[in-house]
């Protein structure tokens, strides 16, 4: 089955560690997103990828880092200057960026600070 | 600026009533909108979405929608409510030229009495 997976499902981290929050999806989709999600909140872009090897801030780029050396996989580490980590992280993709290329949700990844 | 506004936090529906989740928008073109569901700890699922043409769009699970631009809304309904259907549902306006961003309002969350 085609998809995009998360993982892990909850992630705790002590305060000044750095985590990594894995994203892989096998929908042969070119673009990539990280959401942050906060209640009350909505969901808010952190970074995007629309190509292999490239990578753009979104909103809250501040306090987070991306790489995107494959295709299928777009992992998210969480640096210890990101002062308030503690939220829900959601990836998606699509096939492109154009108007008309819907976002496909993964499950999410619960971190929380401890 | 380009927003969404979801007026209604929470709704409590009986089952079997009827429902309608609001969303309004704001942006100066044409909008491309969605609505996706999100049950609790999981990742967003697209319900449906509207990009041109027949302004009632039909989606998953029985749900419809309607875009009125005279009213820039993009209301949800669906007939008849299930049990299954309480969750936290999100209307998004987008992919915008930042890499395909989409604009997310803060999410109606929604109970079904039994």
């Known amino acids: 089955d085609g998809g995009i997976t998360q993982s892990p499902k909850y992630l705790f981290r002590k305060e000044g560690q750095n985590v990594t929050l894995s994203c892989e999806q096998n929908?042969?989709?070119?673009?990539m997103y990280w959401y942050r999600q906060d209640p009350g909140q909505g969901l808010r872009l952190i970074y995007y990828?629309?190509?292999?090897?490239?990578?753009q801030k979104g909103d809250i780029a501040e306090g987070y880092s991306v790489s995107r050396e494959k295709k299928e996989s777009f992992p998210l580490t969480v640096t210890s200057a990101q002062k308030n980590p503690t939220a829900f992280y959601l990836c998606?993709?699509?096939?492109?960026?154009?108007?008309?290329?819907?976002?496909?949700f993964g499950p999410g990844t619960r971190l929380t600070v401890l | 600026a380009q927003s969404v506004t979801q007026p209604d936090i929470h709704i409590t529906v009986s089952e079997g009533a009827s429902l309608e989740l609001r969303c309004n928008y704001s942006?100066?073109?044409?909008?491309?909108l969605f609505w996706y569901v999100q049950s609790p700890g999981q990742g967003l699922q697209l319900l449906l979405k509207?990009?041109?043409?027949?302004?009632l769009v039909q989606g998953i699970k029985g749900f419809e929608a309607e875009f009125k631009r005279s009213q820039s809304s993009f209301n949800l309904r669906k007939p008849s409510v299930h049990w299954s259907d309480a969750a936290e549902y999100f209307c998004?306006?987008?992919?915008?030229?930042?890499?395909?961003?989409?604009?997310f309002g803060q999410g109606t969350e929604l109970s079904v009495k039994p």
């Open positions: 998606a993709s699509s096939k492109g960026t154009g108007r008309t290329d819907t976002q496909y």
């Open positions: 929908l042969n989709h070119d673009a």
């Open positions: 990828s629309q190509i292999v090897n490239d990578f």
């Open positions: 942006y100066g073109a044409t909008p491309y």
């Open positions: 509207y990009f041109s043409g027949d302004t």
């Open positions: 998004a306006v987008g992919p915008f030229n930042q890499g395909g961003k989409l604009i």
